[in-house]
Each structure stands twice: as C-alpha cells, then as structure tokens.
C-alpha cells in the first residue's frame, strides 16, 4: 500500500525558512511525478512544486526563487526548501505524487500525504 508521510512544518515569523520532507514507501519511487499542493482555510487547493522523473521541475509564480522542490531517489523522499517566506505562505501542504503529470497538474494524483501545516505570521 502506498504512502506518503510529509514532516517539517511549524510556525516562523515573515522571512523565516522551513524545509519540508515526504517519506514515500510501498511504490516505485523513481518513476513517480512528484509534487506539492497547499490549502488555506477557505481557499481552493492550490499547486505549489512538481519534480519530474528526470529532476525537471515546475513552480508557482508567486514561488518562484523562493521555493526549491529536490528529490533523493536513494532515500525515497520528496522535498521542498521554502525561504523568505511571507504569510500568504500559509497553509497545508501535501505531497504527492503519480506516474501521469497530468493527473499531478489536475490535482488528481493517486497519492496523497496527509499534509503537514505551515504558519507564517507577520
């Protein structure tokens, strides 16, 4: 059965830095499509980061030179390096991940953390 496990969120002020992680376990974690969503409260979803099986990657605008997503294929784990950050920043965030990219860009990826929250105050 497959998991994803997502870890390092907290609280920081405006500027602070967080990395989180996704521990991923019981699929072939090479071949997947790999990414990060976030949800504010009362919010629709929103994508943030995606990593391909080949380290190509994609990012939001408002991420962009902010956010790093990486990927250790040896270690199974998904990250996402998140600086300067600013309280719009602040959400759930989710790992996930599925072989098709367009299932990841649609939001309908066959897998899903459970997401770790994320607090930025000003």
């Known amino acids: 059965q497959p998991r994803l496990l997502e870890s390092g969120g907290g609280s920081v002020q405006t500027g602070g830095a967080l990395k989180l992680s996704c521990a991923v376990s019981?699929?072939?974690?090479?071949?997947?499509?790999l990414g990060w969503f976030r949800q504010a409260p009362g919010k629709t979803r929103e994508r943030v980061a995606f990593i391909g099986d080949d380290m190509s990657t994609l990012y939001i605008d408002s991420v962009k030179g902010r956010f790093t997503i990486s990927r250790d294929n040896r270690k199974n784990t998904l990250y996402l390096q998140m600086n300067s950050l600013e309280p719009e920043d602040t959400a759930t965030y989710f790992c996930?991940?599925?072989?098709?990219?367009?299932?990841?860009?649609?939001?309908?990826?066959?897998?899903w953390g459970q997401g770790t929250q994320v607090t930025v105050s000003s």
């Open positions: 996930v991940a599925d072989q098709y990219p367009s299932k990841l860009w649609d939001g309908n990826a066959d897998y």
């Open positions: 019981g699929v072939r974690f090479s071949s997947l499509i």
